[in-house]
């Protein structure tokens, strides 16, 4: 809200008057978001008139930051060397990935073999696995890099998914704070926290997912303020052209506003939510998150921006678009990234459908219906899934860290892997920062109420 000369809230521009607003010219809309949107339609960011310290600060605080992060995941990267926790499955997946491009049997206690560069021990046989193979792909990058027996290999990808992750955090909290200082705090906080750590230094799919999740609400962010550009510069050319010729044609536009055109952020943000999802399906949570996010930033934006029927306008001018340039986009990546599966003649099901046929669904290509069938049966491990122990750590308690969870123990003897007292322990647990988490909660119990 802005004030005028006397001190009353000043009402904001009717969007006839959008096209001559501008930012300093009109103190008395200095404030508001109409003002903000001429702005952002009249003129772009002038990058060699900044001064060269904002500049240097804008990519330095959060390189800074990554940095500072990168030291405490790539240090000692390696150890403990030995498979740890779940990477018994990612990371032997991931060698039959590089290997046949399929998730392939290994016989029990392959882990001894695979710890010391065995690797002869991998059968023939297809696996069955229930997580998708996008993040297995990203472990094996690091040990194509690497080397299959290098345990830096194995979490090299994670580490640097992890790293990188900072500088977007960073990236992103500068554009929603409008603070290099603040950005640099959410880099930080990422950083140093025990949590984040863990994850990163091992090859586990989750590091994965909220990489891909990240850049996906980055690319959102994106487009918003692209978005909005657009919005602006066409309303305020509608709106001058109405004042000009008037006409029928020129009130409608200005009740429902223009349509904004194809935006490639929106794209962009689908292809990593499919990448999300096609590490794991809890990735599908962000698509419809993010989708409903992304249409009401619309809706906003042509509210503020003086839009008449602004809700029909942002759900069929902005939403539908956006569903195409999400959902499609994202299931088309999804489904690209089962390339391998399809490519393979021996892989899990690949072949169900030929022998089961499909009656009234027999129109779909046989290699679909084929996973079709996979994910059911996988989808149905998922929800019949009900075995306990006594370290499980429910849901509800996670954001409180009520039972982190333990990755790694040994407890060595003297003289046994260089422990020099009677009896040594090293303990690998993804505990994260208290004072983050704990602090985190309470911010989110207030954002609610």
Not at 31 to 45: E, H, I, K, N, S
Not at 214 to 242: P, T
Not at 357 to 369: A, D, E, F, K
Not at 408 to 437: M, Q, R
């Amino acid at each position: 809200m802005s004030l005028n000369a006397a001190g009353t809230p000043a009402p904001p521009l009717p969007p006839a008057q959008l096209a001559t607003a501008t930012w300093v010219q009109d103190p008395r809309t200095a404030f508001t978001f109409p003002a903000l949107m001429a702005r952002l339609a009249g003129a772009r960011w002038r990058w060699r008139e900044t001064p060269l310290s904002l500049r240097l600060w804008f990519w330095l605080a959060p390189a800074m930051m990554a940095v500072l992060g990168g030291i405490l995941r790539f240090v000692r990267l390696g150890q403990p060397n030995s498979l740890i926790f779940d990477e018994t499955y990612y990371v032997k997946d991931a060698y039959s990935l590089l290997q046949s491009g399929f998730e392939r049997s290994w016989p029990d206690k392959a882990n001894d073999h695979f710890n010391v560069g065995d690797f002869s021990v991998l059968q023939q046989t297809p696996e069955y696995v229930v997580h998708p193979p996008v993040g297995k792909w990203m472990i094996a990058f690091g040990m194509w890099l690497f080397g299959p027996s290098s345990t830096f290999g194995w979490r090299f990808s994670a580490a640097v998914v992890g790293t990188i992750s900072i500088f977007l955090i960073a990236l992103i909290a500068q554009k929603m704070l409008r603070s290099t200082i603040l950005g640099a705090i959410a880099g930080l906080l990422f950083a140093v926290d025990g949590h984040a750590i863990v994850q990163s230094r091992t090859s586990l799919l989750d590091i994965f997912v909220m990489f891909w999740a990240l850049a996906a609400f980055g690319a959102l962010l994106l487009d918003r303020d692209d978005g909005r550009r657009r919005l602006a510069r066409r309303v305020a050319a509608l709106a001058g052209a109405r004042g000009k010729a008037g006409g029928l044609p020129r009130v409608r536009s200005l009740a429902y506003g223009p349509w904004l055109g194809v935006r490639p952020w929106r794209l962009v943000a689908g292809i990593c939510l499919g990448l999300c999802m096609g590490t794991k399906w809890s990735g599908v949570f962000f698509l419809v998150a993010f989708g409903l996010l992304t249409l009401c930033w619309d809706i906003s934006a042509r509210r503020v921006a003086g839009i008449r029927s602004w809700m029909a306008a942002g759900i069929f001018k902005d939403g539908l678009f956006a569903f195409v340039a999400l959902v499609p986009v994202a299931a088309v990546t999804y489904i690209a990234s089962w390339t391998g599966w399809f490519l393979a003649n021996n892989s899990y099901d690949r072949h169900w459908a030929e022998s089961n046929p499909g009656g009234s669904w027999g129109w779909i290509p046989n290699s679909l219906r084929s996973l079709w069938h996979y994910h059911v049966t996988a989808y149905n491990f998922h929800t019949g899934l009900s075995s306990d122990h006594p370290y499980k750590a429910n849901a509800w308690s996670w954001l409180v860290m009520g039972r982190p969870t333990s990755f790694y123990t040994d407890y060595p003897k003297h003289g046994e892997k260089g422990c020099l007292a009677d009896s040594c322990a090293a303990v690998v647990s993804s505990v994260g920062n208290p004072v983050i988490w704990w602090s985190a909660a309470l911010a989110a119990v207030f954002l609610i109420v």
